[in-house]
C-alpha cells in the first residue's frame, strides 16, 4: 500500500551558498546540498529514508507540523510517496556494519560502493549500505583472482 506524507523542512543558508536542512518534528533527519535544488533532493531522499525506517521498525511517526514563513529561516513543505518496495530498498546498515557483515575491511566495502557492487543511500555526509545489496554479496559470493577455465568431464 502506497502512502504519501508531508513534513516541513527548514533550509538554513551556509556559508558557501549551499544549504544545511532539518526535520523539527524528525530531529535525526538532516542532511545538505551545495545549491536549494540540490537541498530540496537531499530533503527528500533524507525524508524517504527515515519514514520507511519508522515504518519497518513500527515505530509511530510524529504528526506533522507546519511554521509557516519566517524571516529567517526558509520553510518548504517536502512530500515523499512510500511503497513497500522503498521501505525494502531503505533498509540500510552502515559501512563498518556492512563490512562486519560481509567480513571485509571498511575499505573493501567503500570500493565495493564506489563500484556499485553494493548499493548505498546517501545520508547526509555519508552512505548507508542496503540490507539487500549487502544479502545479495552473501548469497553470490565473488571469488578472488581470476576465473577458472570450465574443463569439461568425461
Same mark, same amino acid.
Given at each position: 500500500m502506497n502512502r504519501r506524507f508531508v513534513y516541513?523542512? /527548514?533550509?538554513?543558508?551556509? /556559508?558557501? *551558498?549551499?544549504?544545511? #536542512?532539518?526535520?523539527?518534528?524528525?530531529? *535525526?533527519a538532516f542532511t545538505q546540498g551545495e545549491d536549494l535544488i540540490e537541498s530540496v533532493e537531499m530533503a527528500a531522499e533524507v525524508l524517504e529514508l527515515i519514514i520507511a525506517e519508522y515504518l519497518d521498525e513500527g515505530k509511530r511517526l510524529p504528526a506533522p507540523m507546519f511554521y509557516g514563513h519566517s524571516d529567517k529561516v526558509l520553510r518548504i513543505a517536502i512530500s515523499v510517496e512510500i511503497t513497500p518496495e522503498i521501505v525494502a530498498r531503505t533498509r540500510c546498515v552502515s559501512a563498518t556494519e556492512a563490512a562486519h557483515m560481509l567480513g571485509l575491511s571498511k575499505g573493501r566495502v567503500t570500493h565495493l560502493l564506489d563500484a556499485?557492487?553494493?548499493? $548505498?543511500?546517501?545520508?547526509? =555526509? *555519508? !552512505?548507508? #549500505?542496503?540490507? $539487500?545489496?549487502? =544479502?545479495?554479496?552473501? !548469497? =553470490?559470493?565473488?571469488?578472488?583472482? !581470476?576465473? !577458472?577455465?570450465?574443463?569439461?568431464v568425461a
Open positions: 516541513e523542512a /527548514e533550509f538554513i543558508p551556509d /556559508e558557501y *551558498d549551499g544549504y544545511s #536542512v532539518s526535520f523539527p518534528q524528525l530531529p *535525526d556499485g557492487i553494493l548499493q $548505498a543511500i546517501p545520508f547526509g =555526509n *555519508d !552512505r548507508l #549500505v542496503t540490507l $539487500a545489496s549487502i =544479502n545479495e554479496r552473501i !548469497r =553470490n559470493p565473488k571469488t578472488a583472482g !581470476r576465473p !577458472r577455465k570450465e574443463t569439461a
